[in-house]
């Protein structure tokens, strides 16, 4: 069962609760803070959509007036910090011994650029299965000398492991920057642009160990705060209070990925705060298809923008509001732009 897997469809499924990530006007988790909602009307429905896709990586949004696609901002934040982060502390922890039991961890990785790569540094503990480490970036630079990101920033990484036989079953990875967060330099022919991500919280629990997420052991990610400041646009867009599942369907070859959005509160730059769920949980067949569930959206009012897979484009949602078509959001791409691999 492919852990990588999980992850990525959980962030994806994240990411299309109208983006990964928040911060936008300070917030907190849902036992401390009281939300006022939006209300929702056709008008900031049709905004909510437009925004959604401007926001998410491989994603587009067609209607009668509008057509729009997605900046770069998160998928390059995605695959240069983010990734890195995962793939490097669930390798790291995977290959320690179960004899290993306090060891130091300093390390340095450089960047790929030609010109100044830059660098980062993992700092800390490996102990009894648990590393506990920080990330140091420093003009760390992916790329080359045309095109090209580059990271600043701290991240407090904490990755949680059972000693056994073969080494420390994964148990459950933490991950929170600082204050600045984690600052993207994208540099191409269009310009230069600095992206910045905050994560406040963010758990990632792997469900059933080494045996694969199940509807009863389910893997699940949450976060208190999460939010990306697009370079190109000045926009930030923002949730909290995330809480969602991800688990295999019940079929023994090809299993599918199940999907269930049980909260995340995303706070619209133009729009307001809306809440977000699963009305049944997305399922995604081995192949990476969309095959069914739905997004509902829901401001003060109670009026609901409904998401649901559309029958003449694959990996796409039919948008309605009100019993009627927004439009067509095509995510045709987002699960290649976000899955792990």
């Known amino acids: 069962m492919n852990k990588k897997l999980l992850i990525g469809m959980g962030l994806a499924s994240t990411a299309l609760a109208f983006t990964i990530f928040s911060g936008c006007g300070g917030g907190g988790s849902s036992s401390s803070t009281t939300t006022q909602l939006a209300e929702l009307t056709s008008a900031s429905a049709e905004t909510l959509a437009i925004n959604a896709a401007e926001a998410l990586p491989g994603c587009s949004f067609v209607s009668d007036s509008v057509v729009t696609s997605a900046s770069p901002a998160f998928a390059l934040i995605y695959q240069s910090a983010i990734k890195e982060i995962v793939d490097d502390s669930e390798s790291s922890v995977s290959t320690k011994s179960v004899t290993v039991r306090v060891t130091t961890i300093d390390e340095s990785t450089a960047g790929t650029c030609p010109t100044d790569p830059g660098y ?92 694969g997420a199940t509807v009863d052991q389910p893997s699940t990610m949450t976060a208190d705060l999460l939010s990306v400041k697009d370079g190109r646009s000045g926009e930030t867009f923002s949730v909290s209070n995330v809480d969602i599942s991800t688990y295999y369907g019940d079929t023994s070859d090809t299993p599918d990925v199940v999907i269930d959005i049980d909260s995340v509160t995303y706070a619209d730059p133009d729009t307001g705060t809306v809440t977000v769920s699963t009305g049944t949980p997305i399922v995604v067949n081995d192949a990476g298809v969309m095959i069914n569930g739905t997004i509902e959206v829901t401001g003060s009012n109670d009026a609901a923008l409904i998401m649901e897979p559309s029958s003449t484009v694959e990996n796409s949602f039919d948008v309605m509001f009100d019993g009627e078509s927004l439009g067509v959001m095509d995510c045709s791409n987002l699960t290649t732009d976000i899955v792990l691999e």
Do not use: M, R, W
């Not at 992916?142 to 990484?157: H, K, P, Q, R, Y």
């Not at 420390?168 to 993207?184: K, M, R």
């Not at 310009?191 to 160990?209: E, I, M, Q, W």
């Open 120 to 211: 980062y540094t993992k700092v800390g503990t490996h102990d009894n299965g648990v590393d506990d480490v920080v990330y140091t970036f420093v003009n760390y630079c992916l790329g080359d000398d045309v095109d090209s990101v580059t990271l600043n920033g701290v991240a407090d990484v904490k990755n949680v492991g059972e000693p056994s036989d073969l080494g420390p079953i994964p148990q459950y990875v933490e991950l929170s920057t600082g204050t600045d967060g984690l600052q993207a330099t994208e540099k191409s022919a269009e310009g230069s642009f600095t992206h910045v991500a905050k994560l406040d919280d963010f758990v990632y629990t792997y469900g059933n160990g080494d045996d």
